[in-house]
């Protein structure tokens, strides 16, 4: 959340990272999806419920970026 922001990714964020908006929704490119830490149980229910989900949909309030993720490459959809 905090990079989309920085690199203006046009990510409304508008709950802050608490997982009740799903305004932060990426669709993370298939190779990068698998480094990622799997989702929470509140994550995943969000995802559940969003519209135009794809496979490799996450909320980017709860990607936690590491040097292992450098170059993740991410849709917003
Ligand atoms: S910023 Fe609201 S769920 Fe991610």
Same mark, same amino acid.
């Given at each position: 959340?905090?990079?989309?922001?920085?690199?203006?990714?046009?990510? *409304?964020? #508008?709950?802050?990272? $608490?997982?009740?908006?799903?305004? %932060?929704?990426? =669709?993370?490119?298939? @190779?990068?999806?698998?480094?990622?830490?799997?989702?929470?149980?509140?994550?995943?229910?969000?995802?559940? *419920?969003? #519209?135009?989900?794809? $496979?490799?949909?996450?909320?980017? %309030?709860?990607? =936690?970026?590491?040097? @292992?993720?450098?170059?993740?490459?991410?849709?917003?959809?």
């Amino acid at each position: 959340m905090d990079a989309a922001k920085i690199h203006e990714l046009g990510l *409304a964020c #508008e709950c802050g990272g $608490a997982v009740i908006c799903a305004t %932060c929704h990426v =669709v993370v490119s298939p @190779e990068w999806f698998d480094k990622l830490e799997p989702p929470i149980e509140a994550e995943l229910d969000m995802l559940d *419920a969003l #519209e135009g989900r794809e $496979a490799t949909s996450r909320l980017g %309030c709860q990607l =936690v970026m590491t040097e @292992e993720l450098d170059g993740l490459e991410v849709k917003v959809p």
